[in-house]
C-alpha cells in the first residue's frame, strides 16, 4: 500500500509563493509519474502539473511560467513551487503517484490567496 502525504499549503497574498510537497511510502513500490491537481469549490478537479521518473515536465496553461514541479527521486517526493499566486489558484491542491498500475491520492493541502 502507498501512502501520500502533502504539506505545504496555506494562506498567502496575491504575487506570494508557496511550495508544496507530497511524500510517497510504503514497502516494496516504485513510483512512476507523479502529479498535482486542483479541485476550488464548484469546480472538477484539474491537472496542474505532472512529471515522470525521468523528470518530463507538463502544465495547465493557466500556471506556466509561475508554478514548477520537481521531484526527488530518492525521497519519492513530489514538489510545486508556485510563484506569482493569484486568486484564481485558491484551491485544495492534490498530489497523485502511480505504481504497478494503480494511482493512489493523497488528502489534500488547502492553498489560499488573498486578493
Known amino acids: 500500500q502507498v501512502q501520500l502525504v502533502e504539506s505545504g499549503g496555506g494562506l498567502v497574498q496575491a504575487g506570494g509563493s508557496l511550495r508544496l510537497s507530497c511524500q510517497a511510502s510504503g514497502t516494496g513500490f516504485s513510483v512512476g509519474v507523479m502529479e498535482w491537481y486542483r479541485q476550488a469549490p464548484g469546480n472538477q478537479r484539474e491537472l496542474v502539473a505532472s512529471?515522470?521518473?525521468?523528470?518530463?515536465?507538463k502544465y495547465a496553461d493557466s500556471v506556466k511560467g509561475r508554478f514548477t514541479i520537481s521531484r526527488d527521486n530518492a525521497k519519492n517526493t513530489v514538489y510545486l513551487q508556485m510563484n506569482d499566486l493569484k486568486p484564481e489558484d485558491t484551491a485544495v491542491y492534490y498530489c497523485n503517484a502511480a505504481s504497478r498500475g494503480t494511482v493512489y491520492w493523497g488528502q489534500g493541502t488547502q492553498v489560499t490567496v488573498s486578493s
Open positions: 512529471i515522470t521518473y525521468y523528470k518530463a515536465t
